[in-house]
T-cell receptor, first 118, second 112 residues
Framework: DAGVIQSPRHEVTEMGQEVTLRCKPI?????LFWYRQTMMRGLELLIY????????DSGMPEDRFSAKMPNASFSTLKIQPSEPRDSAVYFC????????????????FGPGTRLTVL | EDKVVQSPLSLVVHEGDTVTLNCSYE??????LLWYKQEKKAPTFLFML????IEKKSGRLSSILDKKELFSILNITATQTGDSAIYLC????????????FGTGTLLAVQP
């Protein structure tokens, strides 16, 4: 299994430009998560999907951020327009269906996209 | 509001030392606590703890949970330079979803 795949790995853009980050979860996993990591705030959950449906987007900073999951094997996180304070590493993670008895919930992380907004 | 607090924020030790990393939490209807190790790239899973007082062990790493006092510790004995990483603690609440709340992490640096 290739694991969670993210692209691009690095993105440098100018303020005001649109940025699209992509994620392919592990096949068979039904939950997908988008995180943002900075030194100041650590790892923050932005949004997550169960069976392609957004469940909780309370972590999305503002309307400039949007996420979609059109099918079980693909998701995008879009920032439009981008700002310098959006600079961070963005991780996508996926996990298998929740086991009601054990609550098993290991999330498998992708390699991340390092975004720099100048 | 659910939250996870880790301490110390950073730690520098020498090879062979033993370290203890702390994680305290407040979460509605606690279900499990997880530890992750993050080196240069993505976090990787270490332990999941659900019951108080039961130690989980993997090589030189071990972890235990105290659900009464709402904290967990991660111990690393005989540290090696390869243990240098950010150690993340996360908690999960009861419910039908897989949402985790992460702490900001402890940055561990092991010097030769």
């Amino acid at each position: 299994d290739a694991g969670v795949i993210q692209s691009p790995r690095h993105e440098v853009t100018e303020m005001g430009q649109e940025v699209t980050l992509r994620c392919k979860p592990i096949s068979g996993h039904n939950s997908l998560f988008w995180y943002r990591q900075t030194m100041m705030r650590g790892l923050e959950l932005l949004i997550y999907f169960n069976n392609n449906v957004p469940i909780d987007d309370s972590g999305m900073p503002e309307d400039r951020f949007s996420a979609k999951m059109p099918n079980a094997s693909f998701s995008t996180l879009k920032i439009q327009p981008s700002e310098p304070r959006d600079s961070a590493v963005y991780f996508c993670a996926s996990s298998p269906a929740k086991n009601r008895d054990r609550g098993y919930n290991e999330q498998f992380f992708g390699p991340g996209t390092r975004l720099t907004v100048l | 509001e659910d939250k996870v607090v880790q301490s110390p924020l950073s730690l520098v030790v020498h090879e062979g030392d033993t370290v203890t990393l702390n994680c305290s939490y407040e979460v509605t209807n606690f279900r499990s606590l997880l530890w992750y190790k993050q080196e240069k790239k993505a976090p990787t899973f270490l332990f999941m703890l659900t019951s108080s007082g039961i130690e989980k062990k993997s090589g030189r790493l071990s972890s235990i949970l105290d659900k009464k006092e709402l904290f967990s510790i991660l111990n690393i004995t005989a540290t090696q330079t390869g243990d240098s990483a950010i150690y993340l603690c996360a908690v999960e609440g009861l419910g039908a979803t897989n949402k985790l709340i992460f702490g900001t992490g402890t940055l561990l640096a092991v010097q030769p």
